[in-house]
């Protein structure tokens, strides 16, 4: 018996989608250290495409043959109908945009070298590129797959930083524009390292009053442990705020116009999709299932996050002028309207089902129109790059129709109009809080979308109304980005004018509600 | 006695009546659809399509005929309309097939005429497209066997209408008649749809049947108010006051179309209405039916009076429908003693308004056009046949005994005479002012000195014109007395809409009678000192203030400009005004607003990533506050 540890029991096949992501990526760091270069390429993009779509297979193949109703590997992972949905959303997501990714001259061929510097130079011409985007990817999502099924708060740390550290770095790739990109990833790195501090000193405090990081035995201290309201209330802002910095909630949004404007667009898509999926199913899961007791505490707290994170998004995207930071602040708005779906979580079962599956929903559809965006503004290009500023989107609907009818169906999505997959997102969440009582809040969220489909029109006025310059940008796509778009256009459509299977599916998975 | 029952039907040719509007309305698919491919055959189709649908409406006629008298009434189900408000049917009974028959007759007639009256127009085909489907329409209102069904038919009348009105659209003033007809059309649809959802609220059904059997009992308050509303509906689109004063203008159309829409068929949906609804909604000595007559009369009187000051010979005569109708509203009113006489006088005047209408049309062809009466003179040597047929057709409205027009004319005296003297005499004297003023346009047009214009060559209409001319006068001669005398149209018509106790028996010399032929024939001599034996100037004199008031159309324009026109516009500059200052300025000011926060705002966005991580420390501290401030409550 002394000094003999016991084996850990690890359910291996539930958590089979996280090992294959997992196991790619390690897969993908030995190519880049033994396969010769031109081979690199050739290995990775089937590898990582393989390895996302085997780890989303064996997600349904769960889903269909048995959900778990307890935590699994000794309590620190818990595999559950929503983690599940998120896996599958996360992995569908991760895959698209590696087909993003794939498309050639979106990252820097040597990194490390100055921007300008004749080092650089005799890189580009060398042809060289960095195929450690393919195992950083792989990274990342593995991180995203941890984060939300994650069922105690150090797992949960892990997990966040799993999934952040490479996207620090991803941020810095860009082939163009060099210096926003590098100061991209920097920002991010500083005030992602900030935040984490936020979220392991909270871990800390909680711990010091439940005696556990475990979120389970969290809740259950709530009702028993006194006295100790300081060190919970301190930790649980501490928690809320990595939590929130993630999603971009206000006022910790500040970061992520200028990581997404910097970053490589097919990096800003993934994080714009998958990152912001994980971080709202890891924020679900620690309000409902350590915090559930403590709601009509965080409640109030969170409707005035809500509002004043769909405030900001909405009222600063309006004079936004770069096409990415719009759709960056659109993104805080989303997190926004998201965040009224966390509010509508309560005490009565139904309640939490129904906005549970609302929510689920709203993140699929919200997921894919997203990607969908940034696959768009891939494709205008400038001889600098990409044309990020929108007066060179003037009259695109006359140059290219195509391309501008789905930019203007995909911001149409984001505005919420009818018969796209983001109406049915935003009315799903709406209904589920009006449910909940909190009809003030689904006012305040139906008046930010108000202004917010102001800018979102206004692209599209800008593109079939104005005359194209005469020096205008190139449409140039690519054929997985061409894919990308169709996938996204199809997903927003079939979302929109057919939503029940999807809805039926998201039900589904919130039926089973959060393990604890 | 009471209506028949209705009864299903199925079999023989009334179980495919659909085909009677299928027909025209397939008619008027192919040639809209086909665009300028159908061109070349567009009138033929539109021609055997009308024909064709008479000729199912006589084979429906006769085996209708061929049932027992109390089992006329048949119902043919088509199909689940509205699921769980009305299915929708066909009701085939004496009176709509008396419609139909009208219809499809006189509008294949009319068909045929257009053929050579619209020879030279380059867009004859879509012209017979909504010939065909004014037929159709018109066909679908009087067949329906419910409300809804009916009203659809009616607005697809007032679509046709329009249509028709505003044929040659190129004019500025087809298309403000077209207009104008329509949105007086729409005043008169209102209340109609308004009844239509009294009725269902009442009545919880809309079918003619499930309101006849129905044993709910409404209050009577309710049933003044749809029988009011039905009113307001038949008055639009029959032209009865207040909202007559489309009619005139809608002369804009192409002649035939007067003579089918604005004369024949279109304008007796008003009756149509009322006495399909008399038995439910317009008994006998209720308020509804007394506003039916009160509006008759005074109609019958104002057209009249209309008639008497036009130079436009199409608006004389529009003049005159407004004043027949009047006169089928009167007997409508009355009750069932008047309904056989109001459907009779319906029919025959179906026939010698469109005969003269078309009569008029041919003299407009053959002199380039003109409407003006005081240009014509002295046309009964060049056009013989439009001639004689034009003058019986007048000797049919004024009621010169024998033709149709005295039959059913005095029929409606005499029932109102005997619901009402006083109404009674006032027929009597629109009587009067009709062979006053149909005389002076026959001596004006066919009688006295040439005042033709200088390039005018007239000459008689082609045999395809002239022959539809000659059928309608052989009808408005013998028509009236068949359906009249013996009762035989009351009796026909009794399982549909009832019939009084005692048959009323035609008497050839009642007081009424005579006065009236005494007055017409005043009227008549009048007219022709003032226009058949004097001088007529082709310049109209300034004439007395009545003169003007007649000319004016009695101001009901100006009536209703100052009354609707001008307050509306006023309601519509206020509108405006405030939708700029108000709530536009309140909008754009919120935006405005906005924006410059935005602009505010976006400062706080200042790059340096120590500031950001301020903004998180801040908002930490802040959210670590608010869970103190929160959890202590």
Not at chain 1, 164 to 192: D, I, T
Not at chain 1, 205 to 214: E, F, K, N
Not at chain 2, 8 to 19: D, N
Not at chain 2, 329 to 351: C, W
């Amino acid at each position: 018996m002394n000094g003999t540890i016991p084996a850990p029991t690890i359910e291996y096949a539930l958590l089979a989608p996280m090992l294959v992501v997992f196991g790619a990526a390690i897969i993908g760091v030995l190519v880049e250290a033994f396969a010769p270069r031109y081979l690199r390429s050739a290995i990775h993009k089937p590898l990582t495409l393989l390895a996302l779509a085997g780890a989303f297979v064996i997600t349904i193949w769960q889903a269909r043959t048995n959900i778990p109703t307890r935590p699994s590997a000794m309590g620190a992972v818990a595999i559950d109908g929503p983690a599940l949905f998120i896996w599958g959303t996360i992995l569908v997501l991760a895959f698209v945009s590696v087909l993003l990714i794939n498309d050639e001259g979106h990252f820097v061929a040597s990194a490390s070298a100055v921007p300008g510097s004749a080092e650089e130079e005799r890189a580009l011409t060398e042809g060289a590129v960095h195929t450690e985007v393919y195992p950083l990817v792989l990274f990342a999502v593995g991180g995203m797959l941890l984060f939300p099924a994650a069922n105690d708060l150090l797992a949960m740390f892990v997990a966040l930083e799993v999934m952040s550290l490479p996207l620090y770095l991803l941020c810095g790739l860009a082939r163009r524009r060099r210096l926003l990109s590098q100061e991209a990833a920097v920002k991010y790195f500083l005030l992602g390292a900030f935040s984490s501090a936020f979220f392991l000193y909270g871990t800390a405090l909680l711990y010091g009053y439940a005696g556990s990081v475990d979120l389970a035995k969290i809740g259950s201290a709530l009702g028993s442990v006194g006295g100790q309201d300081t060190l919970l209330y301190i930790g649980v802002a501490m928690l809320g705020v990595g939590l929130l910095f993630k999603i971009g909630a206000a006022p910790f949004q500040a970061w992520k116009p200028d990581v997404y404007q910097g970053s490589p667009t097919p990096i800003t898509a993934l994080m714009a999709s998958g990152t912001l999926v994980a971080a709202f199913g890891a924020l679900l899961r620690v309000f409902w299932v350590a915090l559930g007791g403590l709601q009509w505490s965080w409640t109030p707290i969170m409707w005035g996050v809500a509002i004043l994170t769909m405030v900001v998004g909405a009222i600063l995207a309006i004079t936004q002028t770069d096409i990415k930071r719009m759709l960056a602040y659109s993104s805080i708005a989303h997190g926004g309207f998201l965040l009224i779906g966390v509010v509508a979580l309560g005490d009565k079962q139904q309640h939490n089902v129904s906005a549970l599956s609302a929510l689920l929903f709203y993140l699929v559809a919200y997921g894919f129109t997203t990607v969908g965006a940034f696959a768009i503004v891939t494709t205008v290009r400038d001889a600098g790059g990409e044309a990020w500023h929108l007066s060179r989107w003037a009259g695109l609907g006359k140059r290219r129709p195509l391309v501008a009818v789905v930019f203007s169906l995909f911001l149409l999505a984001f505005a919420g109009i009818p018969l796209t997959s983001g109406f049915f997102g935003k009315y799903a969440v709406f209904q589920a809080a009006v449910e909940a009582g909190a009809t003030p809040l689904v006012v305040v969220g139906v008046v930010s979308s108000a202004i917010a489909a102001f800018f979102y029109v206004r692209v599209i006025v800008l593109m079939f109304f104005s005359d194209p310059a005469a020096d205008g940008p190139s449409v140039v796509i690519p054929g997985g980005t061409w894919a990308v778009g169709a996938a996204a256009v199809l997903a927003t459509v079939v979302l929109g004018v057919f939503p029940q299977p999807v809805l039926d599916l998201a039900h589904t998975a919130a039926q089973s509600l959060f393990v604890r | 006695m009471e209506p028949a029952k209705i009864i299903e039907h199925s079999g023989g040719v009334i179980g495919v009546s659909w085909l009677l509007i299928a027909l025209p309305l397939l008619g008027a698919a192919v040639l809209l659809l086909g665009g300028r491919k159908t061109d070349r055959f567009g009138h033929l189709l539109g021609v055997a399509t009308a024909v064709a649908s008479f000729v199912v409406g006589v084979l429906v006629f006769l085996q209708l005929l061929g049932f027992d008298p109390a089992e006329r009434r048949r119902t043919v189900p088509l199909y689940d309309f509205i699921p769980g408000l009305t299915k929708m049917g066909l009701l085939v009974d004496p009176l709509s097939i008396s419609f139909v028959l009208l219809i499809t007759g006189v509008g294949s007639l009319i068909h045929i005429y257009s053929i050579g009256y619209m020879a030279h127009d380059p867009n004859r085909r879509r012209f017979f497209a909504y010939l065909n489907l004014f037929v159709a329409a018109m066909l679908l209102l009087v067949l329906a066997d419910n409300y809804i069904g009916l009203y659809v038919g009616w607005e697809g009348v007032g679509l046709a209408s329009y249509l028709l009105i505003g044929f040659w659209q190129h004019k500025p003033s087809a298309a403000t008649a077209a207009k104008k007809a329509f949105i007086v059309n729409r005043v008169g649809d209102f209340g109609l749809a308004i009844a239509i959802f009294t009725i269902f609220t009442a009545f919880n059904t809309v079918s003619f049947a499930g309101v006849m059997e129905s044993g709910a009992h409404p209050s009577q308050g309710t049933l003044t108010a749809i029988g009011l509303l039905l009113l307001l509906g038949a008055c639009g689109k029959s032209a009865q006051l207040p909202l007559q004063s489309w009619l005139l203008d809608a002369m804009e159309g192409p002649t035939p179309v007067s003579a089918l829409i604005h004369a024949a068929t279109m304008v007796t949906a008003g009756v149509y209405l009322v006495t399909r609804s008399g038995a439910m909604f317009f008994p006998e000595g209720s308020t509804a039916a007394i506003a039916v007559t009160i509006v008759g009369v005074a109609t019958l009187l104002a057209g009249a009076i209309i008639g008497t000051a036009k130079d436009d010979i199409k608006k004389a005569l529009a003049g005159s429908t407004m004043s027949q109708i009047g006169y089928m509203m009167l007997a409508a009113g009355v009750g069932p003693a008047g309904y056989a006489f109001a459907i009779a006088h319906l029919i025959t005047h179906g026939f010698f308004k469109a005969d003269m209408f078309l009569g008029a049309g041919s003299v407009m062809h053959a002199m380039n056009d003109e409407v003006d009466m005081r240009k014509y003179g002295g046309l009964r040597k060049v056009m013989p046949i439009t001639f004689a047929t034009f003058l019986i057709g007048y000797l049919a409205i004024i009621g010169f005994p024998l033709l149709s027009g005295y039959f059913t004319k005095d029929g409606i005296i005499e029932s109102a005479m005997e619901h009402n003297a006083t109404l009674g005499w006032l027929a009597v004297l629109g009587a009067g002012i009709t062979g006053f003023y149909m005389s002076r346009l026959v001596f004006m047009t066919f009688f006295g000195q040439k005042r033709w214009e200088a390039d005018a060559h007239p000459h008689e209409s082609p045999a395809v014109m002239t022959w539809p001319l000659i059928i309608l006068s052989v009808g408005s001669i013998f028509l009236g007395g068949f359906l009249i005398l013996g009762n035989r149209f009351m009796t026909f018509l009794a399982p549909a809409v009832g019939r009084p106790e005692h048959l009323p028996s035609f008497h050839p010399f009642s007081v009424a009678g005579l006065v009236t032929l005494a007055l017409v024939a005043a009227g008549a001599a009048l007219a022709w000192f003032k226009y058949g034996a004097a001088e007529v100037p082709v310049t109209a004199p300034r004439g007395s203030f009545l003169t003007t008031f007649a000319r004016r159309d009695l101001y009901g324009d100006a009536l209703n400009e100052a009354l609707f026109m001008r307050p509306g516009q006023w309601l519509t500059r206020l509108a405006v005004f405030f939708d700029n200052r108000g709530i536009d300025g309140l909008v754009n000011g919120i935006a405005a607003g906005i924006g410059g926060t935005s602009g505010r705002l976006r400062r706080v966005q200042t790059g340096f990533v120590r500031s950001y991580a301020l903004s998180i420390f801040v908002g930490a501290a802040i959210l670590v506050g608010a869970w103190f401030v929160v959890g202590n409550l």
